[in-house]
């Protein structure tokens, strides 16, 4: 069973790059979509892309300006690059996994990262 | 922009049948998926391919779909179901995620 642990810098200021990363745990790499996915205080959950072993990607169109999302295979992580960030996107940031058998449902879950960007 | 669209709330008693709805507003409609988000908590997922179940998942938790819509629904509720449901799909290409704006389900 994939297991998933994120990491990463929690109190940003304005146009600041926010930088995370998701380690992969107890499953192979291949046959996933990794996705990153956040939710603002309060609010619902915001999709913001997703990267397969092979570092194909697919992002969220309001956020794919300011997003890079990358895979290490050789340490079984995938990053989260969010640049320029402003008060609005502080949020809850998770990682999360979505595997072919569930024909990609995102079935494993990091424990979410809290980041506050502020002056 | 491809959106879905959920009832901000839904409120049943202990023992009754809640359904929670999502709506597509366009077609194709790639298949849907459930995820229940409990306070201070991370999404699980629930329904998989529209009404597929994942393993560890209750019977009680079952999905379907019909045109533009799909629909959520929990048999028998129990007070450990309320939660905040969100539905997701992808847009008609199949290139980027989408999820519902959420239903916060109360068991009364």
């Known amino acids: 069973q994939v297991h998933l642990q994120q990491w990463g810098a929690g109190l940003l200021k304005p146009s600041e790059t926010l930088s995370l990363t998701c380690a992969v745990y107890g499953g192979s790499f291949s046959g996933y979509y990794w996705s990153w996915i956040r939710q603002s205080p309060g609010k619902g959950l915001e999709w913001i892309g997703e990267i397969n072993h092979s570092g194909s990607t697919n992002y969220n169109p309001s956020l794919k300006s300011r997003v890079t999302i990358s895979v290490d295979t050789s340490k079984n992580q995938f990053s989260l690059k969010l640049s320029s960030v402003t008060a609005a996107d502080t949020a809850v940031y998770y990682c999360?996994?979505?595997?072919?058998?569930?024909?990609?449902?995102?079935?494993?879950w990091g424990q979410g990262t809290t980041v506050t960007v502020s002056s | 922009s491809y959106e879905l669209t959920q009832p901000p709330s839904v409120s049943v008693s202990p023992g009754q049948t809640a359904r929670i709805t999502c709506s597509a507003d366009?077609?194709?409609?790639?298949?849907a998926y459930w995820y229940q988000q409990k306070p201070g908590q991370a999404p699980v997922l629930v329904i998989y391919?529209?009404?597929e179940r994942p393993s560890g998942i209750p019977e009680r938790f079952s999905g379907s779909s019909s045109g533009t819509t799909v629909t959520l629904t929990i048999s028998g509720v129990q007070a450990e179901d309320e939660a905040d449901y969100y539905c997701q799909s992808a847009d008609s290409s199949g290139t980027y995620r989408v999820f519902g704006g959420g239903t916060k389900l109360t068991v009364l």
């Open positions: 366009a077609l194709p409609k790639p298949y």
């Open positions: 999360a996994s979505a595997t072919v058998s569930l024909y990609y449902g995102m079935d494993v």
């Open positions: 391919k529209d009404s």
